[in-house]
C-alpha cells in the first residue's frame, strides 16, 4: 500500500489472540492457493479457492471490495508487482506468481481484526523456474524473514528497511545481481482494519523512525524486483507492473511485537520455523480456553 499517517493502534494481549484467529485463516488460504495453482488453472478459478476458505471460516474477506477491487486475492504474474486483477489469464508452468490476500473477523463488540499476507511461487514448482526468479523469491522471504527476526531484536521500526537491504546487499554477491527495492509500496500497521499507521518501509531511513512498541502490529512486506524496481499502474487502474517488465516477488506476514520478541500471526507455527535460523523463536500470548 501506499503512505499512511496518524495515530498508532497498540493492541492488548486478548485483542491480538482475535488477530491470530484472522492470521490463521489467511495462513490457510495460502495453503489452498499453493496446492490450487497448477498449470492451466486461471486467476479467477485462484481467487474462488480463497474465498472459499474465507466463507468456511465464516470470516471476511478485506481486499473484496477495498477501493473497488473486485476479488478476494490480488494475484500477481511475472513482471506484475503488485495488485494484479484474478481473471482468465491462465497460469503456465514456470510462471513466477504472488499472491496478496487476507481476512478480518469480527468479535463480540463488531470490531474487525485483520490479517494480510502474501507469498510468491513458481507454476509447477520450482524445477520449472528460471533460476533468476527462483533467486528473487528466495531473497524477498530472506528478506522478510530478516525483517521479522530485527523487529523481534530491534527497538525501532526502521530495523525493517535495514534488514531488507541487508539482504538484498548479500544476495547481489551471490546472484551476481542485485534486486530492486520498490519504494512505492510499503508496509503498514494492522488491527482494526487493515491499512494503518505507522508505514513500515522497505529500504533504510538511517535511524529516522518511530519506536516499536509491545500490542503494535506491523504487516511487513518486501517487495523486490529482478530489475530497477521502478513501476507503473496499468490502465485498469490497479495492476502495478514493473517499467524494465522484469519479474517481481512479494513476501508478507503480519507480526506481533510482544515482549521479547514477535509472533508471526499468518504463519501456522507462529514464525517458529522462520526464526529458528535466527536463533529465536516466537512469542505467543497465552490463550484461555
Ligand atoms: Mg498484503
Ligand atoms: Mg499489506
Known amino acids: 500500500m501506499r503512505a499512511k499517517s496518524g495515530r498508532i493502534e497498540i493492541k492488548t494481549p486478548a485483542q491480538i489472540v482475535k488477530m491470530r484467529r484472522a492470521g490463521l485463516i489467511v495462513a490457510q488460504i495460502h495453503e489452498a492457493l499453493r496446492e490450487a495453482t497448477v498449470p492451466g488453472v486461471t486467476t479467477e478459478e ?7 476458505v474465507i466463507a468456511r471460516n465464516n470470516a471476511h474477506s478485506n481486499f473484496l471490495g ?62 520449472y523456474g528460471h533460476p533468476d526468479d527462483l533467486a528473487l523469491i528466495a531473497t524477498t522471504q530472506a528478506a522478510l524473514w530478516n525483517a521479522i527476526a530485527a523487529l523481534g531484536q530491534g527497538d525501532h521500526i526502521g530495523v525493517v528497511g535495514d534488514a531488507v537491504e541487508a539482504v538484498v546487499a548479500q544476495d547481489a554477491i551471490s546472484n551476481g545481481w542485485a534486486a530492486g527495492i520498490v519504494e512505492e509500496f510499503v508496509g503498514h500497521g494492522i488491527g482494526t482494519s487493515m491499512h494503518q499507521a505507522p508505514d513500515v518501509l522497505n529500504y533504510s531511513v538511517r535511524g529516522k523512525s518511530r519506536k516499536l512498541k509491545t500490542g503494535m502490529v506491523l504487516a511487513v512486506e518486501p517487495i523486490l524486483v529482478r530489475g530497477s524496481g521502478l513501476v507503473r499502474e496499468l490502465s485498469d487502474g490497479w495492476t502495478v507492473v514493473t517499467q524494465d517488465k522484469t519479474n517481481a516477488a512479494h513476501c508478507e506476514h503480519t507480526v506481533a511485537i510482544l515482549p521479547g520478541g514477535v509472533w508471526v500471526l499468518t504463519a501456522f507455527d507462529g514464525g517458529r520455523d522462520g526464526l529458528a535460523a535466527f536463533g529465536m523463536s516466537p512469542r505467543a500470548v497465552a490463550q484461555r480456553g
Open 46 to 52: 485462484l481467487d474462488k479457492v480463497s474465498a472459499d
Open 66 to 127: 477495498y477501493g473497488g477491487f473486485p476479488a478476494t486475492v490480488c494475484i500477481s504474474v511475472n513482471d506484475q508487482v503488485v495488485h494484479g486483477i484474478p481473471g482468465k489469464q491462465i497460469l503456465e508452468k514456470g510462471d513466477l506468481v504472488s499472491f496478496d490476500c487476507g481476512a478480518y473477523i469480527l468479535d463480540e463488540h463488531g470490531k474487525q481484526w485483520h490479517g494480510d499476507a502474501a507469498f510468491s511461487m513458481i507454476v509447477g514448482g520450482d524445477a
